[in-house]
T-cell receptor, first 115, second 114 residues
Framework: DTGVSQNPRHKITKRGQNVTFRCDPI?????LYWYRQTLGQGPEFLTY????????KSRLLSDRFSAERPKGSFSTLEIQRTEQGDSAMYLC?????????????FGPGTRLTVL | GESVGLHLPTLSVQEGDNSIINCAYS??????FIWYKQESGKGPQFIID?????DKRQGQRVTVLLNKTVKHLSLQIAATQPGDSAVYFC?????????????FGKGTHLIIQP
């Protein structure tokens, strides 16, 4: 499978715990994006990387959230001290070209449930 | 704030009929629009895109229309099939926004009746 992959697909955690998700983009894609999607809503942009550089963060990305892409390939999204409001689907996408006109390919998402 | 939105949360059509899904956007600076299809439990799947210098673009069984005057976007699906059942999102990428993150609308759930 040469698409975007995400792990785990599902994560259930207790409030206050830390969680980490992984995204593996399509191999030749240099841009990687994280989105959050709650039930019945469209995805909301969180942050994106150009290779290993994190270029933009949405105001939705609180200081409990941190994303990395250390080698410009896979990326991790960590949420510290999870809250029930963090329950959502976390989507990763990648694209090949920089600039505003690019097709973003999405992964299947990681569904987080915070109890 | 400015956002992308949809007119109807649910659209039910007969199999074989044509479907039209509408989207209104408010950011007049947006220069790129995309339609995504999302099936249950899956990530959004790219369907078709259009740039602001165009008013129509056709794909296989799908057509996107852009009316910049009234800031309206629509997706037409010809001869709908059961596999078209999904939630459809329009998304925009505002010009000069710095970030290439997309702004999505709330989605329209397309239901295909046999």
């Amino acid at each position: 499978d040469t698409g975007v992959s995400q792990n785990p697909r599902h994560k259930i955690t207790k409030r206050g715990q830390n969680v980490t998700f992984r995204c593996d983009p399509i191999s030749e894609h240099n841009r990687l994006y994280w989105y959050r999607q709650t039930l019945g809503q469209g995805p909301e942009f969180l942050t994106y990387f150009q290779n290993e550089a994190q270029l933009e963060k949405s105001r939705l990305l609180s200081d409990r959230f941190s994303a990395e892409r250390p080698k410009g390939s896979f990326s991790t999204l960590e949420i510290q001290r999870t809250e029930q409001g963090d329950s959502a689907m976390y989507l990763c996408a990648s694209s090949q070209h920089a600039g505003p006109h690019n097709e973003q390919f999405f992964g299947p998402g990681t569904r987080l449930t915070v109890l | 704030g400015e956002s992308v939105g949809l007119h109807l949360p649910t659209l039910s059509v007969q199999e074989g009929d044509n479907s039209i899904i509408n989207c209104a956007y408010s950011n007049s600076a947006s220069d790129y629009f995309i339609w995504y299809k999302q099936e249950s439990g899956k990530g959004p799947q790219f369907i078709i895109d259009i740039r602001s210098n165009m008013d129509k673009r056709q794909g296989q069984r799908v057509t996107v229309l852009l009316n910049k005057t009234v800031k309206h976007l629509s997706l037409q699906i010809a001869a709908t099939q059961p596999g078209d059942s999904a939630v459809y999102f329009c998304a925009e990428n505002p010009a000069g926004g710095g970030a290439d993150g997309l702004t999505f609308g709330k989605g329209t759930h397309l239901i295909i009746q046999p």
